[in-house]
């Protein structure tokens, strides 16, 4: 088609940049695709029409009206998220958005099973794990990220990985981590053994959240679910259920839960 595409993120520098910059502003581009480096008040449209904001949850509000303030005449705009945040909630109900829905899952997708355990029911979660594995399924195991003390959120991480080891021990078993400590090489290296099937089980903070697409994985056990938020919970269920098996979450709760 006689489109002229381009694709700007915070990486593009330089002459490439200055290129895709001249050509949003004279109009030569005519379909812009890219991060939150859209947002910068560098780029400038010709006759900015509509606006496609995937993954809405992940743009603040004053992020958002920047976008549509790009053009003298407000454009369309399109916010498509996966994710129950409550201001899109509230705007619905109030009638401030026109909404289409998604309800179906893909062919052959099952329903995800959501299931609450305490923490005095550990061991029988790790046997359901086990009996998953045996047929030769993956797990997740997810532990909470908390802001205010990455320390703290480190140690727990790895005293937890600690703990799924004297449950999966090798070399029956083999495990990958990921956190956001780890140097990118290390981390993509640990994605690739889990996505391959060189590991059954991945021991994780919420670093997965998002892109990571592994159909065979049946199970996942959210540590502390009471120290997620809603958003992150729905984020994070979307890594299982990619597949044709039942699929399960635990929210194993650790501490106090008011839902």
Do not use: C
Request: glycine share 6%.
């Amino acid at each position: 088609m006689d489109i002229e595409v381009a694709l700007l993120t915070g990486s593009v520098k330089g002459k490439e940049r200055k290129v895709i910059l001249q050509g949003v502003a004279d109009g030569s581009i005519h379909l812009l695709i890219g991060t939150h480096a859209v947002i910068e008040d560098a780029v400038q449209f010709q006759n900015l029409g509509l606006v496609i904001v995937d993954e809405q949850h992940r743009f603040g509000v004053a992020q958002r009206a920047r976008l549509w303030e790009k053009n003298q005449v407000p454009p369309h705009v399109l916010v498509m998220t996966a994710t129950p945040i409550p201001r899109t909630l509230a705007m619905t109900a109030y009638g401030d958005l026109d909404y289409s829905v998604i309800d179906e899952l893909p062919p052959g997708r099952q329903p995800i099973q959501t299931v609450h355990r305490l923490d005095s029911d550990r061991s029988n979660v790790m046997d359901f794990l086990k009996a998953e594995i045996a047929l030769g399924r993956q797990v997740y195991v997810i532990f909470p990220l908390i802001e205010e003390s990455d320390k703290l959120d480190y140690e727990n991480l790895m005293r937890g990985y600690d703990e799924i080891k004297t449950y999966f021990p090798e070399p029956q078993y083999w495990i990958s981590m990921v956190h956001g400590k780890q140097p990118a090489i290390q981390k993509e290296e640990n994605m690739r053994r889990f996505v391959e099937h060189d590991t059954q089980i991945m021991v994780s903070t919420t670093v997965i959240e998002v892109g990571v697409n592994v159909p065979n994985a049946s199970v996942m056990v959210i540590e502390s679910a009471e120290k997620f938020g809603l958003s992150q919970l729905h984020q994070l269920r979307g890594r299982v259920g990619r597949g044709a098996e039942k699929v399960i979450v635990y929210y194993l709760q650790v501490g106090n839960w008011a839902m």
